[in-house]
Nanobody, 120 residues
Framework: VESVDAGGGLVQAGGSLRLSCVASGSIFSIRSMGWYRQAPGKERELVAHITSDGSTNYADSVKGQFTISRDNAKNTVYLQMNSLMPEDTAVYYC???????????????WGQGTQVTVSS
């Protein structure tokens, strides 16, 4: 089982990016998926989270700016980021809480990270 995230890049302030993350492998169930970010010199923080039934929560700093969505059939989570600002610059990591086939519990799986850079 692995999560692979993609979609980062360089964008000017005010621009938009869409991140995607696909979980693949011997998956029995995915309880939730989400996005975290880590800026240089800072701790990793939750950006947005979505459960299997579509319930979402966002960091206060991105409410109204970012939108998380999920395609359960494709085991994919998206993060639409609008009105990007330089302070959104970070490495963004996908996270999925997955029950793998043969497992006895849900475990966290992390993507490799995708760099988002917003220039002023």
């Amino acid at each position: 089982v692995e999560s692979v995230d993609a979609g980062g890049g360089l964008v000017q302030a005010g621009g938009s990016l869409r991140l995607s993350c696909v979980a693949s492998g011997s998956i029995f169930s995915i309880r939730s998926m989400g996005w975290y970010r880590q800026a240089p010199g800072k701790e990793r923080e939750l950006v947005a989270h979505i459960t299997s039934d579509g319930s979402t929560n966002y960091a206060d700093s991105v409410k109204g700016q970012f939108t998380i969505s999920r395609d359960n059939a494709k085991n994919t989570v998206y993060l639409q980021m609008n009105s990007l600002m330089p302070e959104d610059t970070a490495v963004y990591y996908c996270n999925a809480l997955i029950w793998a086939l043969g497992s006895r519990a849900y475990y966290d799986y992390w993507g490799q990270g995708t760099q988002v850079t917003v220039s002023s």
